[in-house]
Nanobody, 125 residues
């Protein structure tokens, strides 16, 4: 299972950290990605981190503002979001890459097999 949490309302320019708690599988064997879906838009990839945490990948829209990290001892993945913009408003989901130990630099949904319930991030003044 994957469960995202930590969303909320933040002002433009502010920061927020969301979390993804994993359970029921060998967490440190799998890469994890963050996706988001804004109202009326398709779900898009935001960031992905390798199983060890040594590699990460970001969508151009968040590069330099968002930082993904993980704590394998706690089975947690985090997304630190800085310099938030209204266009970052979305429901954020975490998902597991389907193949053990694989890491991809694209966000094709077919590469992910388990999806958590999302957490809503609203950026507004």
């Amino acid at each position: 299972q994957l469960q995202a949490s930590g969303g909320g309302l933040e002002q433009p320019g502010g920061s927020l950290r969301i979390s993804c708690a994993a359970s029921g599988f060998a967490f440190d064997d799998y890469a994890i990605g963050w996706f988001r879906q804004a109202p009326g838009k398709e779900r898009e990839g935001v960031s992905c981190i390798s199983s060890s945490g040594g590699r990460s990948y970001y969508a151009n829209s968040v590069k330099g503002r968002f930082t993904i990290s993980r704590d394998n001892a706690k089975s947690m993945v985090y997304l630190q979001m800085n310099s938030l913009k209204p266009e970052d408003t979305a429901v954020y989901y975490c998902a597991r890459v389907g193949l053990r130990s694989r890491f991809y630099t694209n966000f094709s949904h077919q590469l992910y097999d388990y999806w958590g319930q999302g957490t809503l991030v609203t950026v507004s003044s």
